[in-house]
């Protein structure tokens, strides 16, 4: 069954343009939530987090939005930039797991000029 | 910084076969996990060492095996290969057990089964 569930695999934006990611889950006993950007040949690298006490968190020009009730978050990247074209992977852990990472399937971002 | 580095990066076995993977972790790091990446999915927890000892597994056989050295190294072991287990294979870790969002993944290792 798959707990993380990212519905789009793959998403196109205009340079400058936001850039809206999205990701379900299930298991309500999940508690953190984290995004990982993925370059080819490279490993997962981590851009942003949020854990469940809070609704919204903010890096620069990444905001991750959660909506608990819905069991939803999304990450928002304004304004888009080509260097931003990668795989996106959503991922969630919950407490006294062993920080064990659940991920989603990825969405590719590809940012045109 | 010395970051995750995985070896090799590339591998072909033949089904049935053993394979063992390495990783040492960046400086400072005492928690290290395994996570297997299948083609078009994403990375799947197989299961975490803290201070040498296996800390928490995902739901993968006992043929999926590891070690974690005194200097923070680590080996995952696969016995009996199957054509299934073709995948990435990431190392990632951490300076403890804390949150995951201190993990820093290496660039794995792309096994081939067949």
């Known amino acids: 069954d798959q707990q993380v569930k990212q519905n789009s695999p793959s998403l196109s934006v205009q340079e400058g343009r936001i850039s809206i990611l999205n990701c379900d889950y299930t298991?309500?006993?999940?508690?953190?939530f984290l995004w990982y950007k993925k370059y080819p040949a490279e490993g997962p690298t981590f851009l942003i987090s949020?854990?469940?006490?809070?609704d919204k968190n903010e890096d620069g020009r990444f905001t991750v939005f959660l909506n608990k009730s819905a069991k939803h978050l999304s990450l928002h990247i304004v304004p888009s930039q080509p260097g931003d074209s990668a795989v996106y992977f959503c991922a969630a852990s919950a407490t006294g797991t062993a920080s064990k990472l659940t991920f989603g399937t990825g969405t590719r971002l590809q940012v045109t000029l | 910084e010395t970051g995750v580095t995985q070896s090799p990066t590339h591998l072909i076995k033949t089904r049935g076969q053993q394979v063992t993977l390495r990783c040492s972790s960046q400086?400072?790091?005492?928690?290290v996990s395994w996570y297997q990446q299948a083609l078009g999915q994403g990375p799947q927890f197989i299961f975490q060492?803290?201070?040498?000892?296996?800390?928490g597994r995902g739901n993968f056989p006992p043929r999926f095996s590891g070690l974690q050295f005194p200097n923070y190294s680590s080996e995952l072991n696969v016995n009996a290969l199957e054509l299934d287990d073709s995948a990435l294979y990431l190392c990632?870790?951490?300076?403890?057990?804390?949150?995951?969002?201190?993990?820093?993944f290496g660039s794995g290792t792309r096994l081939t089964v067949v």
């Open positions: 949020i854990s469940s006490i809070k």
């Open positions: 298991n309500s006993m999940f508690d953190y």
């Open positions: 990632a870790s951490s300076s403890g057990t804390e949150r995951a969002y201190g993990y820093t």
């Open positions: 400086s400072g790091h005492n928690t």
């Open positions: 060492y803290y201070r040498e000892e296996e800390n």
